[in-house]
């Protein structure tokens, strides 16, 4: 699966983008959040509140809730501004 950080996610992990394989049992956003977090003190840093991360499936919204089984591509992103 392919992983794609923007803006000071990516910054703080130090990658644009990641090639993953999942281990069994992630099936959520949350699930991934939560794995990621775990996966060094970058990845701590980027998603230390995971409620604010925003999250593409297939570059379509979703919630932390919606599963990520048959992703291609999920994109992490903080919360936008605008006017």
């Known amino acids: ?5 923007f803006a000071w996610i990516k910054d703080r992990i130090g990658l644009a983008e990641e090639e993953v394989e999942l281990p069994a049992g992630i099936i959520t956003v949350k699930d991934l959040l939560r794995w990621l977090r775990g ?6 840093a980027a998603l230390q509140a995971p409620e604010v991360i925003r999250v593409a499936i297939d570059q379509e919204h979703a919630d932390h809730s919606d599963p990520i089984s048959g992703a291609r591509e999920i994109a992490l992103f903080p919360p936008m501004t605008g006017g």
């Open 39 to 44: 996966r060094g003190a970058h990845y701590e």
């Open 1 to 5: 699966m392919k992983l794609v950080y």
